[in-house]
């Protein structure tokens, strides 16, 4: 099993940024990927950005915050990271953290294991 612990939710005014971070725990040894997917409401879950844990330099991205996010991971601190900046109200929505141990991929069903979500909220 795979714990994964999200947090910095927030209310942001358009233009801001903000920092969430996703604690792992338990078998992180089995992890191969992680990535970034978000919920608004009336919409299904959509894939925001996902890289490699362990080796490699390449990471993937929406479209939609390309140039506005990063994803980063600290592995010492076990610790994935989505840095926001120029957000829009289009952001608006529950970000979830999720591990696999299997795939790197954008698909929300490539992933095992999901953290509770944080809220991300943006106001024009």
Not at 44 to 71: C, D, H, P, Q
């Amino acid at each position: 099993q795979v714990q994964l612990v999200e947090s910095g939710r927030g209310l942001v005014q358009a233009g801001g940024s903000l920092r969430l971070s996703c604690a792992a725990s338990g078998r992180t040894a089995s992890v191969y990927a992680m990535g970034w997917f978000r919920q608004a409401p009336g919409k299904e879950r959509e894939f925001v950005a996902a890289m490699k844990w362990l080796g490699g330099t390449s990471t993937l991205y929406a479209n939609s915050v390309k140039g506005r996010f990063t994803i980063s991971k600290d592995n010492a601190k076990s610790t994935l990271y989505l840095q926001m900046n120029s957000l829009k109200p289009e952001d608006t929505a529950v970000y979830y953290c999720a591990a696999s141990t299997l795939h790197y991929s954008i698909s929300p069903g490539a992933y095992d294991y999901w953290g509770q979500g944080t809220q991300v909220a943006v106001s024009s």
